[in-house]
């Protein structure tokens, strides 16, 4: 079994570990130097309704990726505004990790290698094709998962943003981001809000050493500063712009809030640096990432593929997707957890075995399907769901679903027949 997987962000890297525990030979493969995609200035784990989803994919015999970054917590069990028992992880040393650790899963991963095309036999894809170091590679696989996001290529950013905002995806450098399901004549879908088309990135990265003594010290002790903002400099308005819907609350177009993920991270889209710099504390600030950050953000949800609650895209019948290609879900924690999923069900499709699909006993089986379902309205297009916030972790409360005894969530797995039901043959 030879299973290819286009993305290495967090999602990309789940579904590689979650496919070769059932014993596929798997390739990852990614356009950048680096693994990880928003994973690189992302950070935050276990928020709200993250902690019950990161507990039940252990539960589920998926959590492996969940105990390497765990290791790299720098902050654990912070409250910030609208967030309980949060941990953050070093943005600085993350990669590198995740990357020995599947390497000495056996995974094969090439980077800098950005796959173009698509080779169909009716409705199989074949193999895929793109450019590494120059030359033209070829990936043939029995099956393949789609984790390459929904960002750029710039031109999205430019149409539907502010421009480039110079990001850690780096087109420019590497190449805008390629869709395999469309390659393949899938119909994509758009996010779509109103007026706006995609999703702005929700924060910013600040080069910690550019900060205030004080206030370094601050983020390094507690993992969070909150600075209140004055009336002129708030960001009315702007935060609807945001991926991340559960940031959209008083609280951060009222303040500056900065995590401490190895830089600091500015808990909005984009600040005017003129602006920032009359802040308390950060009157010699200097973005990190995007280094445009005083402008804009690169824009989101653009480009999600159709498919069912076992995660294989509409139309192509080896072709599976995670993380943003899977819908409008935000967060490493649910790209990890959609990863795992697609994974699963690419080797079982070789299998010739039936797919896995979670049930609604399950906080993840419920909100695969439930994002999909909303997907499928013009309301639902303009919603974002993340276990940790807004739309989707209202649900979880109202269903009595989110706890944060990771012993609860074990046995509530267990009663539902689903203990282990993700892990390899050896591990049930």
């Not at 596929?24 to 680096?34: F, H, I, K, N, S």
Request: aromatic share 6%.
């Amino acid at each position: 079994m030879r299973v290819i997987v286009i993305g290495g962000g967090w999602a990309g890297c789940a579904a590689a570990v979650s496919a070769k525990k059932q014993g596929a030979d798997v390739v990852l493969v990614e356009r950048t130097d680096m693994l990880l995609g928003t994973g690189l200035v992302g950070g935050i784990m276990r928020n709200n309704g993250r902690l019950t989803a990161t507990e039940e994919l252990k539960a589920l015999g998926g959590g492996d990726l969940f105990t390497v970054i765990e290791s790299n917590f720098i902050h654990k069990d912070i409250t910030f505004p609208g967030h309980l028992h949060a941990s953050l992880y070093d943005v600085s040393t993350m990669e590198p990790k995740i990357r020995r650790f599947l390497e000495a899963s056996g995974i094969c991963i090439e980077t800098g290698c950005r796959i173009t095309d698509v080779e169909m036999d009716k409705n199989r894809i074949t193999t895929v094709l793109g450019k590494q170091a120059g030359k033209t590679v070829r990936f043939q696989g029995d099956a393949f998962i789609e984790t390459t996001g929904t960002a750029g290529p710039p031109a999205n950013c430019a149409k539907h943003g502010n421009g480039c905002a110079m990001c850690i995806l780096r087109c420019h450098s590497f190449g805008g981001r390629v869709s395999i399901a469309a390659k393949a004549g899938v119909a994509e879908v758009n996010g779509k809000k109103g007026d706006q088309t995609g999703a702005v990135s929700g924060s910013c990265k600040l080069h910690k050493e550019s900060l205030s003594p004080d206030l370094r010290k601050q983020l390094n002790d507690t993992g969070v500063a909150v600075i209140p903002l004055d009336e002129n400099l708030r960001m009315t308005g702007k935060l609807s712009l945001k991926a991340c819907q559960q940031y959209a609350i008083a609280d951060f177009e009222q303040n500056v809030i900065l995590l401490d993920t190895g830089h600091a991270k500015l808990m909005t889209p984009f600040f005017p640096l003129d602006g920032l710099r009359k802040i308390p504390g950060l009157e010699n600030a200097r973005f990190e990432d995007p280094y445009a950050g005083g402008m804009g953000n690169s824009v989101r949800y653009m480009g999600m593929s159709p498919r069912d609650d076992a995660l294989k895209v509409d139309g192509v019948d080896n072709l599976f997707c995670a993380g943003e290609k899977a819908g409008l879900m935000v967060g490493h924690t649910e790209a990890i957890c959609t990863g795992t999923l697609a994974g699963v069900n690419a080797v079982r499709h070789v299998q010739g075995k039936t797919a896995r699909v979670l049930p609604e006993a399950s906080v993840i089986g419920d909100a695969v399907t439930f994002v999909r379902e909303q997907m499928q309205t013009p309301e639902g297009l303009g919603l974002k769901f993340t276990f940790s916030g807004s739309v989707l972790f209202d649900r979880m409360k109202q269903k009595g679903r989110y706890h944060t005894d990771p012993a609860v969530i074990d046995r509530q797995m267990e009663k539902a027949g689903l203990k282990n039901i993700l892990a390899s043959v050896q591990d049930r």
